[in-house]
């Protein structure tokens, strides 16, 4: 079974997506800020990490400089309601430090579900991440 684990301040959107996520049968790990979810994915690898851009302790963006300096095939899909932060757009940025793929928020269940699978396939694909 495919894990993700899930991080972002907003217990509303943290909990709709591991709602979403866990109906289509991936087992996912939440975390309330950067720190959290950067402590829980060295103590519990996952396959993937889907984090919030703008939170307290680390935000998502040195959540993904973080994590892609040690973890070169992990996937990680930054989500973020901005656009933009001291007019540097938050997407490229994102890209450019090593998210595998961006979604503004609000997203459907279907965008996230897609960009999901595309990236380490259905939650009981077996083998490597794509």
Do not use: W
Request: charged fraction near 25%.
């Amino acid at each position: 079974m495919r894990s993700i684990l899930v991080i972002d301040d907003d217990e509303i959107i943290r909990e709709m997506i591991e709602s979403m996520l866990v109906e289509t049968g991936y087992r996912v790990t939440t975390a309330v800020n950067g720190m959290d979810g950067v402590l829980k994915f060295r103590s519990n690898p996952v396959d993937m990490v889907i984090t919030d851009i703008f939170m307290p302790e680390m935000d998502g963006l040195e959540i993904i400089k973080d994590l892609r300096g040690s973890f070169e095939h992990l996937k990680i899909l930054a989500i973020s309601g901005s656009s933009a932060i001291m007019g540097t757009n938050v997407r490229e940025y994102a890209m450019q430090l090593g998210a595998d793929c961006y979604l503004r928020k609000p997203f459907t269940i279907t965008m996230l579900l897609s960009a999901v699978e595309a990236m380490i396939g259905s939650a009981n694909d077996s083998g490597h991440a794509k």
